[in-house]
């Protein structure tokens, strides 16, 4: 271990005696990675459990004293190694961070600490006759300080947007220990720069969320859920674009190819059509009859773009199972060998040639790549499974990526929708973004953590 990081651990032991950390190597090997299995990791010298605002400051505060890096971590869910260890690191875990401050109806706010998971806020709301939108497929796993650092999506994105949409006000720690906040309940607010724009999606390399003010809405009536199966994975590309064309916004607009659709089917036995190409799921959220007749044009759609069948689920529960069996869809395909999700996306036009180009690449590296994702958001998620004793698994991961980031630029999209930049897709940045914008983005790093101990590595 460095002479820093023992420094560090002393220092943090003297300073914040109650604080709880792990120092053992076996304990600290739990934080090496995220979801982003295949990554080179470091082995953190120091994890941090703290359960307040104080505790992440004065750790901030003592790892830039020492120059020890920092990782802020929630639940590990992520998918381009953002919250990895690095070697000798300070790891800061912020789970323990998971109390639901204050739900404020008359604001239509909640006020929350970023350990508490997705899915714990979605139902203390819900439980309120409330509903909070941004939904991962991860979402019993991932954790709200996780989803603002990496600005994430998920199914419904389509019709509510992406977590950002969400974000009223942020409480942040600063690399030099300070605390701000960024903003405070008002819906309309222009007080100087939306900082809290700045911060979220930034992987926790500009400054640690330590407390969250996000809007919430009243809960909408359950959904009406549509499945349209397709013989040809181009038609369903066509009928995302001809949908919202249509007038129509559904909640869902998500697509399975054949291969996730058998992945899923094999495990979940839900009798879907295994002949098709392609399925979308489509679901409104509109109350009573509007529901089901947004459905029954979505369905006309899907028609008039070749759809080869379709039906709708008949109650709430049905539609909760299919739902999840669309959220089991990497998992599913991890069944069949290594599987990694990848994250590109187009703008939504364009998605039936981004589909084309995911399957050219896969006949030209002979891999099976299942695609699935948020169609709606033209954002996919092709996922390469490898056997899983492949010698050359990492090489051959590597140049099929490099092959999608390509096309996904050449459509004029992006090499990550919502799963971040992270350490995985790092070199990827300046040719999506231009030199310049990386230029400004530096500099706005060097304000924020002139030391540049927040998450080195990651995204820059
Ligand atoms: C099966 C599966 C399905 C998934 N589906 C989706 C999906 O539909 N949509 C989607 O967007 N993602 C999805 N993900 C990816 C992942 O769940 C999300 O990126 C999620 O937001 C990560 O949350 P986490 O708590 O696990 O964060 P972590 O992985 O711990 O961290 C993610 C990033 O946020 C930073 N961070 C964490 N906490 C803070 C904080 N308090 N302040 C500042 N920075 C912080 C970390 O440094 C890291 O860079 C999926 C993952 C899996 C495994």
């Known amino acids: 271990m460095s002479a820093d990081t023992a420094g560090l651990i002393a220092a943090v032991r003297s300073t914040l005696p109650a604080l709880r950390v792990l120092t053992d190597p076996g304990d600290r090997e739990a934080y090496r990675r995220d979801e982003t299995t295949y990554l080179a990791t470091g082995l953190p010298g120091l994890v941090a459990l703290p359960t307040c605002t104080d505790d992440v400051a004065a750790l901030v505060r003592l790892a830039a004293e020492h120059r020890v890096p920092v990782v802020p971590r929630g639940a590990g869910t992520g998918l381009s190694g953002g919250s990895a260890g690095i070697e000798d690191g300070l790891t800061i875990v912020l789970t323990g961070m998971d109390r639901l401050v204050e739900i404020d109806h008359g604001n239509l706010v909640v006020v929350t600490q970023p350990g508490v998971l997705n899915a714990r806020l979605k139902a203390a709301v819900a439980a309120e006759g409330l509903f909070y939108a941004p939904d991962p497929a991860s979402y019993e796993i991932c954790s709200i300080g996780g989803n603002l650092g990496t600005n994430a999506g998920g199914l419904c994105c389509v019709k509510y947007g992406q977590t950002r949409e969400s974000v009223l006000s942020l409480e942040v720690v600063l690399a030099d220990g300070s605390v701000i906040r960024t903003g405070g309940?008002?819906?309309?607010?222009?007080?100087?720069?939306?900082?809290?724009?700045?911060?979220?999606?930034?992987?926790?390399?500009?400054?640690?969320?330590?407390?969250?003010?996000?809007?919430?809405?009243?809960?909408?009536?359950?959904?009406?859920?549509?499945?349209?199966?397709?013989?040809?994975?181009?038609?369903?590309?066509?009928?995302?674009?001809?949908?919202?064309?249509?007038?129509?916004?559904?909640?869902?607009?998500?697509?399975?190819?054949?291969?996730?659709?058998?992945?899923?089917?094999?495990?979940?036995?839900?009798?879907?059509?295994?002949?098709?190409?392609?399925?979308?799921?489509?679901?409104?959220?509109?109350?009573?009859d509007a529901g089901h007749a947004e459905m029954a044009r979505a369905e006309e759609v899907c028609l008039a773009c070749g759809s080869t069948g379709s039906f709708r689920a008949a109650d709430a529960q049905e539609s909760d199972l299919l739902r999840n069996a669309r959220r089991m869809a990497y998992w599913a395909l991890d069944r069949l060998g290594a599987a990694r999700m990848e994250d590109i996306g187009a703008p939504r036009a364009r998605v039936p040639d981004l589909i084309a180009a995911i399957e050219r690449i896969a006949a030209k590296h002979g891999v099976m790549i299942g695609t699935f994702g948020h169609a709606g958001d033209g954002n996919l998620h092709p996922t390469i499974v490898l056997a899983r004793d492949d010698p050359d698994a990492e090489v051959r991961t590597k140049a099929i990526c490099a092959?999608?980031?390509r096309a996904a630029l050449e459509l004029g999209g992006t090499v990550t929708g919502e799963h971040g930049i992270g350490a995985s897709r790092r070199e990827w940045l300046e040719p999506q973004r231009g030199r310049r914008a990386v230029e400004v983005m530096r500099s706005i790093k060097a304000a924020l953590d002139p030391l540049g101990t927040l998450n080195p590595g990651r995204v820059l």
Do not use: C
């Not at 700045?198 to 009243?218: C, D, H, M, N, W």
């Open 185 to 288: 309940k008002n819906v309309k607010d222009v007080a100087g720069y939306a900082l809290q724009h700045l911060f979220v999606g930034s992987q926790g390399t500009l400054g640690i969320i330590t407390e969250a003010t996000l809007k919430l809405r009243p809960a909408p009536p359950p959904r009406v859920t549509l499945l349209a199966f397709f013989g040809s994975i181009a038609d369903a590309g066509r009928a995302v674009a001809a949908i919202a064309l249509a007038g129509l916004s559904p909640v869902t607009l998500e697509l399975m190819d054949r291969i996730t659709i058998a992945a899923v089917d094999d495990w979940q036995h839900l009798g879907l059509d295994r002949e098709a190409a392609a399925l979308l799921m489509v679901e409104s959220d509109l109350p009573g």
């Open 403 to 405: 092959d999608l980031y």
